[in-house]
């Protein structure tokens, strides 16, 4: 069965999969693949012929992009679309919150690039694969915009401080540091992911042992990283900087470092938004205490007060629409960025 942009299909064996069905564009999520997604998991999740999902996108390209910004641009003149937009970030967290909450196993293929959108929806999956095309990132920083899908709460999960070095960077990572930061379980060769889902096809998954079968399924096909984790190799740097509790010392602290990867980084992040830098650092920090779902619901306010701030529309004007990469933000200095202004961000209005 095929809705807007995803397709179901069930086997008699015990398993179902969802396929999000837009390569064009990158398998970017809208409100017509979510809504369906969700009720779908709904009702699998009650169903006792269903044991196994698999999660996957079409194409060669990617697992899904993220979020379709370009259509939530449209908010910024159309009180309608800002609605949408509003019930597309409530949809959205709330098929997060159900594929984390399942209680069968999920597999997803994160086989291309997976980002925003896509991280939420893979990150709580029960078995999560990349592979050596994977491009894994949280970009939100990129477009005045924050790490929203639960970040604060799966960033929390990666080593270190981590997390807030890929909040406030948008760095984009390939298989072996997906693995370093805890978002993926296994590794397996693009090619062989044909091979793993007619193996999945054909196993009888309702028998009483089904994770063992799984775990072994996967192991058999699994493989190791070519390369390793350049995350474990930044560590001690990452947490000498990232350690602090406002971004003006995170980027001092890089500035008096004076390495390459301090450079680096410092210029990366006073390339954002200061409002998005700051907004996610205090996100990041309220999220080190609370549960996905409790991560969720902040998110929703955060997102709904974004979608009323200029500078995320410039941001996603600069980078989806002109693509000229050259932001007008509204708060162009870290120093123009108030206290106050990054609490309301926190506040229902």
């Known amino acids: ?49 269903i044991k196994l999902v698999l999660l996957e ?107 807030r070095y890929l909040a406030l960077t948008a760095q984009v990572l390939r298989a072996a540091d997906v693995l ?36 072994n399924l996967l192991q058999s096909y699994s493989m190791q990283p070519e390369q390793p984790a350049t995350l474990a190799e930044l560590q001690t740097e990452i947490d000498a900087h990232f350690a602090f509790e406002s971004v003006e010392t995170i980027v001092a602290a890089l500035d008096q470092a004076d390495t390459p990867f301090a450079r680096e980084t410092m210029d990366t992040m006073l390339s954002k938004s200061p409002v998005s830098l700051k907004v996610a650092l205090a996100q990041l920090i309220k999220g080190e205490t609370n549960d996905l779902r409790g991560c969720l619901e902040v998110d929703r306010t955060l997102a709904r007060n974004f979608m009323q701030h200029n500078d995320f529309f410039e941001g996603v004007r600069s980078v989806l629409i002109d693509k000229d990469q050259a932001p007008q933000y509204d708060y162009r200095q870290l120093s123009d960025v108030s206290d106050e202004l990054v609490n309301s961000f926190f506040q229902n209005h």
């Open 57 to 163: 996108g079409a194409g060669s390209k990617g697992f899904s992009s993220g979020g379709d910004m370009k259509t939530l641009y449209q908010a910024i003149n159309q009180s309608e679309a800002l609605e949408e937009a509003e019930r597309f970030f409530e949809v959205e967290y709330k098929t997060d919150e159900l594929v984390a909450s399942f209680p069968k196993q999920i597999v997803v293929c994160m086989d291309g690039v997976v980002m925003g959108g896509g991280v939420g929806l893979s990150y709580g999956a029960s078995h999560r694969i990349v592979t050596e095309k994977t491009k894994w990132a949280m970009p939100e920083m990129n477009l005045g915009f924050f790490p929203d899908v639960g970040a604060a709460y799966f960033l929390n999960q990666a080593p270190g401080y981590t997390g």
């Open 1 to 49: 069965m095929t809705e807007d942009g995803v397709s179901f299909q069930r086997h008699e064996n015990g398993v179902a999969t969802i396929t999000l069905n837009q390569p064009e564009t990158l398998n970017a999520l809208t409100l017509d693949m979510l809504i369906p997604m969700r009720d779908k998991l709904r009702k699998w999740r009650d169903d006792d012929t």
């Open 180 to 215: 370093y930061i805890n978002a993926a379980d296994y590794m397996i060769a693009s090619d062989k992911l044909d091979d793993l889902k007619h193996a999945i096809a054909v196993t009888n998954w309702h028998r009483p042992n089904r994770d063992e079968i799984l775990d």
